[in-house]
């Protein structure tokens, strides 16, 4: 079902699976990653409601996607902050929905970075799996003006006077960083699977944020696989096992 989700302000364009059941049921946030490659913003997440469809076929669960700012059809343009933003209203966009009990949170890339984010600060997150995440932003810090200039030509920021204060928007590149708040999880449970063939995100990322969480963790990494795992039937399959350890927690 398509929803629209409001986040500071903006529109946000969503879809929510919702399983038929009397009895309250544990719900699922589901994020897609940074765009890649020209135009890219503009099909950002083409893929997430069938995946959410077959998580919630399979499990039971309800589970919410959407398109944070900057991609598909939602408004505003895209910063580390207001995608943080954006997945927190997605949370209460959930969590306000009858007959859900509970949130965790699943994504890809730089969605499921931002998830180990939202989870170190936010007690309501119950738990967090993460497909090919970042342990940090810090080559996109590197050279912000850089960044920016692909941010606009994948169509991630449209507006030309976006961002208002480019040192605050390049600043939050150096400070947002999963290493630092993945820690703060547990004993909630978290799930990181990446591929041992990623070009995008090494698999040294995955250690480092496996280390960094300590024994909480369940890490898995895959054998001939490459970034993008959501099509990886061994990825969703780990997903799927993880839902259901959880649903009685």
Same mark, same amino acid.
């Given at each position: 079902?398509?929803?629209?989700?409001?986040?500071?302000?903006?529109?946000?364009?969503?879809?929510?699976?919702?399983?038929?059941?009397? @009895?309250?049921?544990?719900?699922? $946030?589901?994020?897609?990653? !940074?765009?890649?490659?020209?135009?890219?913003?503009?099909?950002?997440?083409?893929?997430?409601?069938?995946?959410?469809?077959?998580?919630?076929?399979?499990?039971?669960?309800? $589970?919410? &996607?959407?398109?944070?700012?900057? &991609?598909?059809?939602?408004?505003?343009? !895209?910063?580390?902050?207001?995608?943080?933003?954006?997945?927190?209203?997605?949370?209460?966009?959930?969590?306000?929905?009858?007959?859900?009990?509970? $949130?965790?949170?699943?994504?890809?890339? &730089?969605?499921?970075?931002?998830?180990?984010?939202?989870?170190?600060?936010?007690?309501?997150?119950?738990? =967090?799996?993460?497909?090919?995440?970042?342990?940090?932003?810090?080559?996109?810090?590197?050279?912000?003006?850089? !960044?920016?200039?692909?941010?606009?030509?994948?169509? $991630?920021?449209?507006?030309?006077?976006?961002?208002?204060?480019?040192?605050?928007?390049?600043?939050?590149?150096?400070?947002?960083?999963?290493?630092?708040?993945?820690?703060?999880?547990?004993?909630?449970?978290?799930?990181?699977?990446?591929?041992?063939?990623?070009?995008? =995100?090494?698999?040294?990322?995955?250690?480092?944020?496996?280390?960094?969480?300590?024994?909480?963790?369940?890490?898995?990494?895959?054998?001939?696989?490459?970034?993008?795992?959501?099509?990886?039937?061994?990825?969703?399959?780990?997903?799927?096992?993880?839902?259901?350890?959880? @649903?009685?927690?």
């Amino acid at each position: 079902m398509q929803c629209v989700i409001e986040s500071g302000g903006l529109r946000l364009s969503g879809f929510l699976v919702r399983p038929d059941s009397a @009895a309250p049921v544990p719900g699922l $946030v589901l994020c897609h990653g !940074f765009p890649a490659g020209p135009g890219g913003a503009a099909t950002s997440g083409q893929t997430y409601p069938q995946l959410a469809e077959r998580l919630s076929a399979d499990t039971g669960w309800a $589970v919410l &996607t959407f398109n944070f700012r900057g &991609t598909g059809a939602s408004e505003g343009d !895209f910063s580390l902050a207001g995608w943080l933003d954006d997945l927190r209203a997605a949370i209460d966009h959930l969590l306000g929905t009858d007959g859900i009990f509970g $949130v965790w949170l699943a994504g890809a890339g &730089t969605g499921g970075s931002l998830a180990l984010c939202e989870a170190g600060e936010d007690e309501r997150v119950r738990g =967090v799996a993460t497909l090919s995440a970042r342990a940090d932003f810090g080559d996109w810090a590197l050279d912000p003006a850089r !960044f920016l200039q692909h941010a606009r030509a994948i169509g $991630v920021i449209d507006d030309r006077a976006f961002p208002a204060d480019f040192d605050a928007w390049a600043r939050e590149l150096r400070e947002i960083r999963p290493t630092a708040l993945i820690a703060k999880i547990p004993p909630r449970p978290i799930l990181i699977v990446h591929g041992a063939d990623d070009d995008d =995100v090494p698999v040294d990322d995955a250690r480092v944020l496996a280390d960094a969480a300590g024994d909480a963790v369940e890490l898995r990494v895959l054998s001939e696989a490459g970034h993008r795992l959501r099509h990886d039937p061994r990825a969703v399959a780990l997903i799927l096992g993880w839902m259901e350890r959880q @649903a009685g927690s």
